[in-house]
Every structure is written in structure tokens, then in C-alpha cells.
């Protein structure tokens, strides 16, 4: 296709997240929005090496490079208070970064952002000791991931829903004096694997792992202060993984299982307490994986939307460019308005999170994470309609590697099912309007 550009009015930061970000974080969104376009965009094809039988270390190389000038501009500490040493950037900003970004490439929008998943679980916590650990390295100029780890192998979905409080969960805690000892399988967390394949240039190293597991081995005796999240760093003993798993999309991301043999850890690696990891759990580690999912979703189909749009405007029919026909000038104006509406929906669920004297707290099984998994939900059922007129407009030419379009959708589906997926999303806000339970006994 000839490269063809123009410049989209409602493209413009301010008019897109106008009504819930001030003029400083317009400016922070501009910022990172510019440097995406200008330095990402045009090396994606060199981040999806692993895709094409590429070198994985190479992939990585790239990425790594690209993402320096962004943890200098503060991008990885964002979500953590000024106090100790972090921006204090506010929720939907946040969110309106990972949008700009995942227009770009979802893959690097989600390593990015790993450090930031453990990091923003422990700053929810009262832990002291684990919030100095964590700031005192990815509030500096170097670059960290990290992995959170809940899903299972015998249905990670279950340890997903609420209403089973944590219950089926296998990965058992056992306190041992001033220690607990981890056992258990926990498999999918990304960026995952040995500690010294993290520690490249311009990628200082692994901040290690967020596991939820359960404290009680007996699944009749567990309960929500059953549920524990702990810390482990990346090279404790016991802790072994698979082999990378082959995937369909995000192939940047390396998802492996992960296998704690005894793995032993001081008591104060327990993130929250009981309780308090319920909270934790249900309340930022899903919540927040759910609402990133909503908001990289709504970029993506604003990425296949601006191909869409390129495309209509140079190919012709008898002369005249594909969007000056109404048939296709109305499938364009349908493909904003649900673009539109997905982003619309994510920030109201931002914004009731932000009000829980009037939607109540995070964990409540009717609270404001139900409406994170519903604007999910939202975003998906979006970008997937996106992605197929997307393909009718561009016809062959969308169909081919080339123009980047099959890259999008097989990037996409990740955030679509993962945690939980559609149905999930759909029985979550369910309980927003009455209370229901699975019958029987968790196993």
C-alpha cells in the first residue's frame, strides 16, 4: 500500500482523553503516544522475530532498546506515589498510555507494564519492607519485569471467580516457622523463566514473582483469608519452568509453566496477610489485569481502525476512493462509535474505582471489578467486530503479513481471554445485580 498519511482530528490526545485528564497528563499521553509512532511503530516486524522461527535474544535486544527511553521518562514508575520516588500518575492516564501503546504493539505494551503488575499490587498492600525492595529499583533508570502467577492447570478460570473464594486453588503455603514453604504448579505467567535470561543490556534484571497461593491444604477448610499472594524472587531455590509455550500472538512475551518444589521464602514475602490477600487478589491483581485488558483492546481496534482508514483512502472503486461510498463511509462511522464507546466504557469503570464511597470496594462481589470485567468484555466484542470489517475493507491485501493487520488480531486475543475471558467477564457483572454461587463442593 503507498504510504499514504493523514491526520485525524480525533486522534488528537486531547480530544480522546479530554474529559478525565488534566493538561499535565495530556502532555505525558502526547509524549509516549509521539515516541510510539515514531520509534515503534516502524521496528514491530523486528519484535515478532520469535514468530517467524527468529532469535528470541535478538527480539529481545530490540525490545529492550526501544523501551529504554520510556522507563527514562518515567513510564515504569507511573502508578507509584511521588513519596517514594514515583510519579503518582493518576488511574485513567495510566490507562490512556497502555491505549496509545497498544496501537503500536500489544507485546510491548504488556512487557512494559509487567514490573508495574507487581509493583501496583505490592503499593496496595501495607508491606513496608516489599514497597522500599520494589521502589528502591524500578524508580531508578533501569528497566525490570516482573511475572504474577494465579492460573492452574486444572482450570485457572475457577480461581478467578469470586464466588468460589479461592478455593480450588493447588499451590499450597505452609508456614514453617519464620519461613513458608511453597508447593505447587502454577502455569501461563508471562515473562517467566531462569533470572539470567533477564539480565541483558538495557534490562537490569527479573523482579521476581507475585504467586497467589492457598494456606490451607484441606479445600473444605479454605475461605477468602485462606488466599495468599507472596514474593518470590527469581532465583530461590525449588523454583523450576518449562519450556517456553508456542503461541499464537505476543510471541515477545515468553509464557512458561512454573513449578515450586519446597521453594522457602521469609514470612515478610507474604505480600498482605490474611485478609488483606483477598483484598489484593480480587481487588488489583484481577481488577487491574481485567481493566488493562479493556483499554489495550480499545487501542488495538483504534490500530486496525487507522489501517482501515489508510486503506479506504487510496484504494479506489471507478475512480473514486473506497471511503466516498456510503456503504463503506457508514462501516468506518460504525467502527468509531464502538471504539468510542469501548473507551468510554473502560473509564467509567476507572472512574467508579476511584469512587468507592459510592460503588463500593474492589473485592465486594458487587464493587467496581465487575465493571472492569464488563468493559472488557465491551472492548472485546469491539475489536473483534473492528477486526473483521477491518479485513473486508482492506480485502487481500488485509489477509497478508504485510500489512500488519493479522499481527493485531493474533495479538489481541490474549487480552480478550485472559484472565477469565468473556464468559467470565459476563457471569462478574452478573453479580452486580444479585448474588449466585456455583452448587456443590470445590474439589
Not at 457508514?330 to 468509531?336: D, F, H, Q, R, T
Not at 466504557?345 to 459510592?358: C, K, S
Amino acid at each position: 500500500m503507498p504510504g499514504h498519511q493523514e491526520k485525524y482530528r480525533w486522534l488528537d490526545i486531547g480530544l480522546k482523553f479530554g474529559p478525565w485528564l488534566d493538561s499535565e497528563e495530556i502532555r505525558m499521553v502526547e509524549a509516549v503516544r509521539d515516541y510510539m509512532q515514531r520509534h515503534v511503530k516502524p521496528r514491530v516486524w523486528e519484535l515478532e522475530a520469535a514468530f517467524y522461527g527468529g532469535n528470541i535474544d535478538s527480539a529481545w535486544d530490540v525490545f529492550t532498546e526501544l523501551n529504554g527511553p520510556l522507563v527514562k521518562m518515567g513510564l515504569q514508575r507511573a502508578g507509584i506515589p511521588e513519596s517514594y520516588g514515583g510519579l503518582g500518575l493518576s488511574l485513567p492516564c495510566r490507562m490512556a498510555i497502555a491505549e496509545e501503546m497498544a496501537r503500536v504493539d500489544m507485546a510491548f505494551t504488556l512487557l512494559s507494564g509487567k514490573a508495574a503488575w507487581v509493583s501496583g499490587t505490592i503499593f496496595a498492600s501495607q508491606n513496608e519492607l516489599l514497597k522500599r525492595m520494589i521502589a528502591e529499583k524500578v524508580c531508578g533508570d533501569d528497566f525490570w519485569v516482573g511475572s504474577v502467577c494465579f492460573t492452574e492447570p486444572q482450570g485457572g478460570v475457577n480461581l478467578e471467580d469470586i464466588t468460589l473464594q479461592g478455593r480450588t486453588g493447588r499451590v499450597i503455603a505452609v508456614r514453617d516457622g519464620e519461613d513458608y514453604v511453597l508447593n505447587g504448579e502454577k502455569v501461563f505467567p508471562g515473562a517467566s523463566g531462569p533470572a539470567d535470561f533477564f539480565q541483558r543490556k538495557g534490562l537490569k534484571g527479573h523482579l521476581g514473582y507475585l504467586v497467589v497461593a492457598n494456606t490451607e491444604a484441606v479445600p473444605e477448610k479454605r475461605s477468602g483469608d485462606t488466599i495468599g499472594i507472596f514474593y518470590v524472587p527469581p532465583d530461590t531455590a525449588g523454583l523450576s519452568f518449562s519450556t517456553p509455550y508456542k503461541k499464537m500472538g505476543v510471541t515477545l512475551d515468553i509464557n512458561r509453566g512454573i513449578y515450586f518444589d519446597d521453594v522457602r521464602i521469609p514470612k515478610e514475602y507474604r505480600v498482605g496477610g490474611p485478609g488483606a490477600d483477598y483484598k489484593l487478589y480480587y481487588g488489583t491483581i484481577l481488577a487491574g489485569c481485567i481493566l488493562g485488558g479493556a483499554c489495550r483492546l480499545v487501542g488495538l481496534a483504534s490500530g486496525l481502525f487507522e489501517k482501515a482508514m489508510e486503506n479506504a483512502s487510496v484504494r479506489e472503486i471507478e475512480g473514486r476512493p473506497l471511503r466516498e461510498y456510503s456503504l463503506w463511509a457508514a462501516i468506518l462511522g460504525e467502527m468509531a462509535e464502538r471504539i468510542m464507546s469501548a473507551r468510554a466504557t473502560y473509564m467509567y469503570a476507572v472512574y467508579a474505582i476511584q469512587h468507592p464511597d459510592i460503588y463500593g470496594n474492589m473485592w465486594d462481589s458487587d464493587g467496581p471489578r465487575n465493571l472492569c470485567s464488563g468493559a472488557r468484555d465491551a472492548a472485546g466484542r469491539a475489536f473483534r467486530w473492528v477486526s473483521e470489517k477491518t479485513v473486508d475493507l482492506c480485502a487481500a491485501y488485509g489477509y497478508t503479513c504485510e500489512s500488519g493487520v493479522e499481527k493485531i488480531i493474533r495479538d489481541a486475543q490474549i487480552a480478550i481471554i485472559s484472565p477469565g475471558g468473556a464468559q467470565r467477564d459476563k457471569l462478574d457483572m452478573a453479580l452486580m445485580y444479585y448474588p449466585r454461587n456455583w452448587s456443590g463442593k470445590a474439589k
